[in-house]
């Protein structure tokens, strides 16, 4: 399941709401999959149900999850749509912050290895 980083300055139900995403998006939870109860899950990670609600209610409204009355949430379908549209906006994202560190002279090689590590490629062309 999902695994909190309490040095992670990030609210807790915003970390539960990118690692659910993570594990829908790789396919790890999949279509119609019933996911922990709000009960279940604040138990598991020892922090208030409110702060699951609040995840599973926010992943609901982007269309990750759908919840079905005295039933639970459970995995929505991610269709070719849905990972487009999450691609391009990150894209966006990602383009903002590379703009933003070349403006602040920020070392190349350093930016690269950080891209390089997640592509996991042992060779980045400059």
Do not use: C, W
């Amino acid at each position: 399941m999902i695994q909190l980083d309490l040095h992670d300055t990030r609210p807790i139900y915003e970390q539960i709401k990118e690692k659910t995403k993570d594990l829908i998006i790789k396919g790890i939870l999949t279509e119609n999959q019933k996911i922990p109860s709000v009960r279940e899950a604040a138990s598991f990670l020892a922090i208030n149900p409110n702060t699951i609600q609040k995840a599973y209610k926010e992943l609901e409204n982007e269309g990750y999850l759908y919840s079905i009355r005295s039933k639970g949430y459970f995995v929505s379908s991610v269709d070719k749509v849905l990972k487009e549209k999450k691609i391009s906006d990150l894209n966006r994202k990602l383009d903002e912050v590379l703009n933003e560190l070349t403006i602040l002279k920020a070392d190349k090689k350093e930016v690269t290895a950080i891209i390089k590590k997640y592509y996991k490629e042992d060779d980045v062309n400059d």
